[in-house]
């Protein structure tokens, strides 16, 4: 027998070599997971230099915001001041009580293709899109959020130029400013975690989220499912639930373009990104077999991983296990570099390694506080 603290663990050749099955088959998992969702990428990159439409159509920028004066007044202008040559920017405040309506105001008489639409009270993030969408000239829609600014003056055109006949939906990138401190750099990684998997998804036809932060589609897709209607009793849910409602086989795109992403402002606190993330997470319960499948098995099967390696290290096979933990994260880290790249995010390795062993712990954290303490009601 071995102890471990007050705990004792059976040692026996069959603990032993359950651990290794285990320890073998999650790590082949993760190894085949991240090779195959990296070298996809990369190759879907080299496609996106050519523009799919021939003509700019004229596009309809919505964003929601509620109580983002301070936000607005610095990232709206780099919304406004894009180089597309046709479009507009239609601002639904939300029932805001800062001095969102003065913010909008100066902007509105600086830049001309400003609309803004106030609501006296508010009515949730989707009340608030769907009266932008109702009002908007353009027949493609592009979607950011207030606390967001485009990477470059040449977001939109990014973003339209993957359209086609067939396409009706692209998903952007909505990344993350750095702020050189560990919450905001974890959070950087987990934003680029989650996109190259719903990028992927959306290269082999299983479209089943976007961000709010960057993403289009055409108007049409949403008049004809009756906007939110299907889940507008849950607060989140304007972006993965429409998405998974919308996408098919073969009608949605997606754009790794630098020039094209957007970016925002970390959480400033380990609790504010928690509250976000169980917020977000809260919408999973409604996705398909398929969705629920392949976002969580990444993460089921490296905590399998880890756990497993946690075992064998008061085993006999210490060295074994430090081995095999090891060669995982520098193939991992090393497979993702081409992608990193792509994504224009720099992980040092000692960060990737802190950041990989704790998501598993964070996201249980998530999954407990969603299970029980989360009530869905504000955006």
């Known amino acids: 027998m ?4 007050t705990y004792i663990l059976p040692s026996t050749e069959f603990f032993f070599y359950i651990c290794i099955i285990f320890v073998t088959v999650s790590f082949i998992t993760q190894i085949a997971f991240h090779t195959i969702i990296n070298l996809k990428l990369t190759k879907a990159q080299a496609k ?14 919505i964003i929601a915001a509620k109580n983002e004066a301070h936000n607005l007044s610095n990232f709206l202008p780099k919304v406004l001041e894009q180089s597309y040559p046709a479009f507009e920017v239609i601002l639904v405040n939300d029932g805001s009580s800062d001095n969102t309506t003065e913010i909008c105001s100066t902007l509105g008489k600086q830049f001309k293709n400003l609309r803004i639409i106030h609501l006296k009270k508010s009515n949730g993030k989707k009340r608030a899109l769907t009266k932008g ?9 592009l ?3 207030a606390d967001c600014f485009p990477a470059s003056p040449n977001w939109i055109n990014g973003m339209i130029y993957q359209f086609s006949n067939k396409t009706d939906i692209v998903l952007g990138y909505g990344a993350y400013i750095s702020q050189q401190d560990f919450l905001s750099e974890f959070i950087r990684y987990d934003s680029f975690f989650i996109a190259t998997q719903y990028f992927y998804a959306a290269k082999i036809g299983k479209a089943y989220m976007g961000v709010g932060r960057n993403m289009a ?13 299907q889940h507008l009793d849950i607060a989140s849910g304007d972006d993965d639930l429409f998405i998974a409602a919308v996408a098919n086989n073969n009608n949605t795109n997606i754009c790794i373009n630098k020039d094209a992403f957007t970016y925002s402002t970390p959480s400033p606190t380990l609790k504010d990104f928690l509250h976000q993330k169980t917020r977000h997470i ?22 399998i991983f880890y756990l497993t390696i946690l075992c064998l290290l008061f085993s006999q096979a210490i060295l074994l296990a430090l081995s095999l933990a090891l060669l995982r994260l520098l193939l991992v880290y090393l497979v993702g570099k081409k992608t990193r790249k792509l994504f224009n995010i720099h992980i040092y390795f000692y960060y990737f390694v802190l950041f990989d062993t704790f998501a598993p712990i964070f996201y249980l954290v998530v999954f407990l506080s969603n299970k029980f303490r ?5 955006w």
């Open 217 to 229: 589609y055409k108007k049409l897709i949403w008049e004809k499912v009756k906007g939110f209607d």
């Open 143 to 145: 979607f950011t959020d």
């Open 374 to 378: 989360f009530n869905n009601k504000e």
């Open 48 to 61: 996106f230099n050519k523009r799919l439409i021939t003509a700019p159509p004229f596009v309809s920028i």
């Open 282 to 303: 809260s919408t999973s319960t409604q996705y398909s077999a398929f969705a629920k499948t392949f976002s969580s098995i990444e993460m089921i099967s490296r905590s």
């Open 2 to 5: 071995i102890f471990l603290g």
């Open 133 to 141: 969408i109702l009002a908007a000239k353009g027949d493609y829609l």
